[in-house]
């Protein structure tokens, strides 16, 4: 279902984004393929997941250098974020500019095109969004004409992406081709592409339920029928190799620079041992000192992190850094876990929430490689669906399947406040900040070269510090 990376497709194309606006020179297919690849080595890298995501979820701890577990983050990597999401965006939308000015290849295939970038753009636009709030939208995919963009609300984003993938999906024509070569997700399948658009406008629509119900629950009613994942043969990732250079992010710090960073935090492993879950020898190895399953303290000092060897705690499982490891943009669990919610708020789904509930599990634990059928209905029988606290129920086992993809954890966690899972660092925050940050401050490049747009920015959506609530985080 997925296709292969291809190794020798994004050579020079740091060319690709001198000028957007004379974009016929560089064949779509190149465009995608670099799209795809950078979006998500960006999503998974050694920062912006393992070092941000990974810790902001509390899914890791870290060995060494433990400046994010205690949320201090640093500041160029903020910038490279920022400026390789919104790049990607600007790609994406070179895609779209090409197929409107150029109708050779047909309407089916120049629409299943556009369609493509659209769902990818609203990907991206999402992560940018649930990460820092109110963000450059309707201005940003014109840097020749608007090089300072301004921001727009995430009130009026956010109805936007669900209009952009409504929009996409309808415009798929199944059946037809799309890209000749470089979908590195479907293998230019428009069928799955499909599925992709309702099953990522079933996310927007649920992260935005507790502040426009009406339209979340339109817009979830409407993905449904319209056909979303169905098993997690629809997953889209990204499959990477073996070989450098196509090989996940993660293998080349673990691996060819021989770092080991991270390692389980007794927030993650404490959970999954309360549960008795099985996933934990898919997540983490034992400590080799003691053959146990021990999560390292989250949020240690250098001092007491070297205190406590490597080998007195749980570290990865290899699997999570290996070469030909899934880059994940969205899952068939994830799916069940938000039509679970659903059914839990009164909106009308084929099923109810305990059998959605129960899918979500059994769909994690698959991927996990946990086939056995009798151990996973004693787990859903020993952990079972609480519909008078479905928040804390669904809350908590989407949290769990969702490990390593650590922004959309993190952002489960701010959006339905699950309790007694997260924790403040066990020795102390290194910012002036009394609880777990629920946003990412905006880079220092755009607070110095979109100033004026910046400041507009924070006086509409509050203080630019790691306590202002983005909007659709409420409760």
Do not use: H
Not at 212 to 223: C, K, V
Not at 337 to 347: C, H, P, Q, S
Not at 364 to 390: K, L
């Amino acid at each position: 279902m997925v296709a292969m990376l291809a190794t020798s497709c994004t050579d020079g194309f740091e060319e690709l984004n001198e000028n957007p606006n004379e974009p016929a020179v560089v064949p779509t297919n190149y465009l995608l393929t670099y799209a795809e690849e950078r979006i998500i080595d960006r999503v998974y890298d050694g920062f912006d997941n393992a070092r941000i995501g990974m810790t902001l979820a509390q899914y890791w701890s870290q060995n060494q250098y433990s400046e994010e577990s205690r949320f201090q983050y640093r500041p160029g990597t903020n910038n490279t974020t920022w400026d390789d999401l919104y790049a990607t965006t600007n790609d994406l939308q070179q895609i779209i500019r090409i197929n409107e000015a150029d109708s050779a290849k047909g309407p089916a295939i120049t629409n299943n095109q556009i369609a493509v970038a659209r769902i990818l753009k609203v990907w991206t636009f999402q992560l940018l969004t649930d990460i820092y709030g109110d963000i450059p939208y309707t201005e940003a995919l014109n840097i020749t004409e608007t090089p300072t963009p301004a921001y727009t609300l995430q009130s009026e984003i956010y109805p936007d992406l669900i209009k952009e993938l409504t929009e996409a999906s309808a415009q798929i024509t199944p059946e037809a081709s799309s890209f000749e070569s470089g979908d590195l997700i479907y293998g230019s399948d428009m069928g799955e592409w499909k599925k992709f658009a309702n099953s990522l406008k079933l996310r927007v629509a649920m992260r935005m339920v507790d502040v426009m119900p009406n339209e979340a629950s339109q817009a979830i009613t409407e993905a449904v029928d319209a056909g979303v994942f169905a098993s997690n043969d629809d997953n889209a990732y990204l499959q990477y190799l073996t070989s450098q250079p196509s090989t996940y992010p993660l293998y080349v710090d673990y691996v060819v620079n021989g770092r080991q960073d991270f390692c389980s935090s007794n927030v993650m492993i404490g959970q999954l041992q309360r549960r008795n879950d099985p996933r934990i020898a898919s997540y983490f190895r034992p400590a080799s000192s003691t053959n146990t399953y021990i999560g390292r303290p989250f949020g240690q000092s250098p001092t007491n992190a070297n205190a406590m060897p490597p080998a007195t705690v749980s570290q990865l499982n290899e699997r999570i850094y290996a070469p030909d490891f899934q880059g994940m943009l969205m899952d068939y669990a994830e799916v069940s876990f938000i039509l679970a919610e659903a059914a839990a708020r009164g909106i009308t789904v084929p099923k109810s929430a305990e059998a959605y509930y129960a899918q979500g599990i059994t769909a994690s634990m698959n991927y996990w490689g946990v086939t056995d059928g009798g151990a996973i209905g004693a787990y859903i029988a020993a952990n079972p669906y609480d519909g008078t606290n479905y928040k804390q129920s669904i809350g908590v086992q989407k949290w769990i399947a969702l490990y390593m993809q650590g922004i959309q954890g993190w952002s489960e966690w701010r959006r339905l406040d699950f309790k007694g899972v997260f924790q403040m660092p066990v020795d102390g925050p290194l910012i002036n900040i009394n609880q777990v940050p629920v946003r990412r401050i905006y880079p220092n490049n755009e607070q110095n070269l979109n100033n004026a747009n910046y400041l507009k920015a924070v006086g509409e959506q509050g203080e630019d510090n790691y306590v202002t609530k983005v909007w659709w985080d409420v409760n």
